[in-house]
Structure formats: C-alpha cells, structure tokens
C-alpha cells in the first residue's frame, strides 16, 4: 500500500508531501491546479520514461519519493528477496531527473536500472486511465484484460515461452532440413580439408623457424667463399697473412732496449691484436667446419615451405594462420555432422515441444471461455448500474486456424447498444460516451479481480454525471474497502464518496507559481464538495447540498 508520497521540483510543485492511507481517497482541485502533476510524479516513482523538461525552471533537479508498506504483498516480497533489496515491511522507491536529462533510480537506497524500477512499480499500483477507453478499441486489449480477469497471466507467459521454444527449434530444424543435401556437400569438402591440413600437421611457429633455416642455406656458397677468404688474410702458408706481419712487428719491437713508454704500450698492443688475430683464426676455422650441408635436408625443408605455401593460398590465408584455420575447419565440421546425426531427434524434439505447447495452450483456451461467460455475466451487471440497460456484452471467443505466441484464440469484445440488435465488434458500435462507460465497467471489474493493492483512476469517470456518477463512486469506493484506491475526479458524486479527501491547489506566490496537495475534512470537505457541485459562487444552496451528499454517504457506509 502507498503510505508517502513527496515531490520535489517536478513542474510547478517545488515540494509536495502527502500520506496516503487505506481505502478510497478522492483527488479533486480546480481545471490547471495541478492535478496531472502528482500522476506524473508518481508515474515517475514508478520508472516511466521522463526527460528534463519536468525540471522545475531554475532548479538543478526534480526528484520523487514514494513509500509502501509491502508486507501483503507476496510479489513484491519475493521480488526484492531475489534482488537482496528487501528491508522488511517497508519500501522506498526514489527516481531523480538532473535539468541535463541524466535520470537516476534507486530501490530501498540502492542504485537501479529503470527498468527495475518498472518491474516493481508493476506489482505495487496499476493505473487507469480516463484514456484507456482508446485501448478498448484494440482487440489484443480484449484478450489481455480477459487473462488479467481470469488470472492467467502466469500461464500466457508460460505459452509464449513454449511457442518461443517450439517456433526457435522448428525453425533450425526446417533449416537443417531444406539444406541438408548443400551441407552434405560442404561436410565432404571439410572431412577432404581437414584431412588434408591434418597430414601437414603445422606447428605454431613453425614456419618462420623453417624459412629462417632455409635462407642460411640458400647463402652457403657466399658464407663460405668470404668468411675462407677473411681466414686466409689472416693466416696463409707465404707468410704474407696478418699474423705473420703481426709477429715480426712484435719481433722487432721487442729487440730494442728503449724502454720509452710510448714503445712500450705500442709493444703491448701488439701483444694483445696478435692474441685476438688468433683467437678470431680459430673461430673462423670452427664456422667453416659447420658448414657440413645436408642436402637431403635442404630439400626436405624446401618441399615442406612448398608445401605449406601452397596450402595457405589455397585457402587464401597467410602461412602462418594454417593451424588455426585448420582448428576452425574441425570444429565446422564437427558441427555439421553432429546436426546430420542429430537430424532425426531433433524432429522428435521439435514433436515434443508442439504438444507441450498445445498441452499449455488448450488450458489457456479451456481457461478463457470459462472466464469469458462470467467477465460477459459482470460486464452486463456494471451497465445495468450505469444507466445502460438495453446494452449487451459478450466476450467473442475463436479458435484461430494457426497457434500464436498468445495461444489458440482469438478474443473480441462485442456489444449491442439497443434491444433487438446483433452483437457487433465494440469499435464498430459504441460510441464514445456508451465507450467510457463500458471502459469503466471493465476497469473496475478487472480492479475488484486484481491482486495489486493500490489502484489509481485517473479521471475514468470522463462523460459521465447524475446518479450514474454516483454509481461510479459506490462502485470505486467497493474497491476502496479492499484495498486502497486513489480517484482523480471533477465530480461531486464521486468525490463525496471517499474515505479520504485530497485537493489540489495553485497559488501564485510573488513571481513564482507553485501547486499543492492537502488532505480536507468536516467544513473544508463541505467548500470542496459545493465547488464543485456550484463552482466559483458557492451559494447556501450548494452548501447544504454538498453538506448532504456527504452525510448521506457517511450515514449509508
């Protein structure tokens, strides 16, 4: 039940707080108060879409606060268990929009996504509106309010889910089916290239180490021809190579007894370029033994560089990506074949999730067609009370000729407004008075079946005035006595009626325009009543007659 209600800067209500309690509240105020105001502020609590044009003018901010005491409402208990959102009997839903448009949610003080937010406002309030009469003239708004009567919706839920699971696997069956002989083909052409890339057995990395070993073979003949060359300037039997030069300059220097220091260090160069001359001789002489060339090798890894080459043109991808290609290869074929052999249970499969369908969906139907005689019974019931008795309803249940994600039928309101005359689909029919009010015998018939707890009616009883007013009002306050509704209204007889009183205000306060919500009582009740009854002039006459209204009502309930 919503206990608290307080919006800040939404439009001109710059900071409205109201308490709510059980039972029928009557929401009433001049045309312009302000009234759609606290709607949208609580549509707002509830995570509809808004943007920064809510923003007060000249504040940073617009926020909404909304109280519940939820601990009679299991779905809404299970809901925030789930989430490890629940904190006992209370809940908090807040929802600020920044004059930028940046709009954040929060459930209990923690930070939700919107549509969460949505999701929960959905088992805490339903709101009517006075423009759901439009929506009648959709006939998938017929089969929606005939399962929310009938308390399926659960079910209908759980037949689009099977028609989902059905219709997915048919389809890829069907699929499977029309292309098997093309994926017959393909799964040929897959085990060939597996097969195939499978004997070439390519390493990771195995290409670069192969192409590395076969440019050093291909440069043999110049490796060699230059490196003997640096060997013989080095060292040669003629004693015209480096280190012979090296040895009898050593020689000579080391004959003379100056003992000057430059003579000395040039000697010991010497001495360390003679040590390094030969040090670099035998190196050379190691390097040329290596080059001990396998030609069977040479060709060996020559064909196998073919090879693979070859193979990644074929394929039209680089040498290296081979082994990966082949393992993608593997798994499409895997795949492919998997689907062949499965191609026969998955016809089994597909069987067996049209007769869990068809099992769910024929006790949506068997569920609907008993709904419909008593939705048609208490339709008939509410237009006799307001003022319709020549009218007749009837819910049109058809069976389709195909099944949909909604089931096997087809739902239709139908009516006759005079006696004697054949029932004819509603948007064909009604006008648009005889359509609000059989707008508002479904909505409150639909409210007294509904498990939510809160139900707000936003100005439901549009075009309608009299006793048949005031059959509206003991209608919705019925309701009231269950649980709690919150009625928006311009008519007397109806707002006299409820438990509660609320009015709507506007005032005009320096430069500054800001709108209101009080609960009114005993003396201001009575104004409220008159005004509206009277409007501007209330006269003595309006008075008593408001006074009256009231007392009876009071007396009576």
């Known amino acids: ?149 009938a308390g399926q919706e659960t079910l209908r839920q759980t037949v689009r889910e099977a028609w989902l699971q059905w ?18 083909a393909r799964r040929q052409l897959l085990e060939y290239q597996v097969d195939e890339l499978q004997q070439l057995a390519l390493q990771v990395d195995e290409v670069d180490a192969l192409e590395q070993e076969f440019r050093r073979y291909s440069q043999t003949e110049t490796l060699v021809s230059e490196s003997y060359a640096a060997r013989q300037l080095l060292e040669n039997e003629d004693d015209s190579d480096a280190l012979t030069a090296l040895k009898q300059a050593l020689q000579r220097l080391s004959s003379l007894q100056d003992g000057h220091p430059r003579l000395n260090n040039a000697i010991s160069l010497l001495e360390s370029a003679l040590i390094q001359a030969q040090e670099a001789s035998g190196d050379l002489d190691s390097y040329l033994e290596s080059f001990e060339v396998d030609e069977a090798r040479v060709q060996e890894v020559e064909e196998r560089l073919d090879r693979i080459h070859s193979l990644a043109r074929k394929h039209q991808i680089r040498s290296e990506a081979l082994p990966e290609h082949s393992q993608l290869l593997a798994e499409e074929l895997q795949s492919l074949t998997s689907d062949a052999e499965n191609l026969d249970g998955m016809a089994e499969e597909v069987e067996q999730l049209e007769h869990r369908y068809l099992d769910l969906a024929h006790q949506l139907s068997n569920g609907r067609r ?12 509410k237009l006799n009370q307001l003022s319709m008795p020549g009218a007749r309803f009837e819910v049109l249940c058809e069976a389709l000729d195909k099944a949909t994600a909604d089931g096997l039928d087809r739902i239709e309101f139908q009516v006759s407004m005079n006696q004697g005359q054949p029932l004819r689909p509603l948007a064909k029919v009604a006008s648009g008075g005889e359509l609000s009010r059989i707008s508002l015998a479904i909505q409150v018939i639909c409210a007294e079946h509904s498990t939510i707890p809160t139900l707000v009616f936003d100005e439901v009883d549009v075009g309608i005035s009299g006793a048949t007013a005031e059959i509206v009002g003991l209608m919705l306050r019925a309701v009231g006595e269950r649980g709690q509704v919150i009625c928006v209204t311009h008519l007397p007889q109806v707002a006299a009626l409820g438990h509660h009183h609320c009015v709507v205000i506007k005032q005009q306060e320096a430069d500054r325009t800001r709108t209101d919500i009080r609960p009114i009582q005993d003396s201001r009740r009575i104004d409220e009543i008159a005004r509206m009854l009277g409007g501007i002039d209330i006269t003595a006459q309006t008075r008593a007659h408001a006074e009256e209204m009231l007392m009876r009502h009071h007396r009576q309930h």
């Not at 008993?370 to 019931?381: G, H, L, Y």
């Open 1 to 149: 039940m919503l206990q608290n209600l307080v919006i800040r800067n939404i439009a001109i209500a710059d900071n409205v707080e109201i308490e709510w309690h059980k039972g029928m509240t009557s929401i009433s105020g001049e045309t312009g108060a302000g009234k759609s105001i606290l709607l949208n502020g609580l549509s707002l609590a509830l995570g509809e879409r808004a943007d920064s044009a809510i923003v007060r003018h000249g504040e940073k901010r617009a926020e909404v606060t909304a109280s519940f005491q939820v601990s009679r409402i299991p779905t809404a208990q299970t809901w925030l268990a789930e989430r490890d959102l629940d904190q006992g009997d209370d809940c908090i839903l807040r929802r600020t929009v920044s004059a930028e448009g940046r709009s954040r949610a929060y459930i209990n003080g923690q930070p939700v996504p919107l549509s969460e937010l949505k999701d929960l406002g959905e088992c805490l309030i339903d709101i009517h509106s006075q423009h759901a009469h439009q929506s009648l003239l959709r006939v998938d708004t017929h089969l929606r309010l005939l399962d929310e009567y």
């Open 167 to 184: 219709q997915g696997r048919a389809r890829k069956y069907r699929q499977l089916k029309d292309n098997a002989d093309e994926n017959a």
């Open 370 to 381: 008993q709904a419909a005689a008593r939705f048609s019974a208490e339709v008939m019931d």
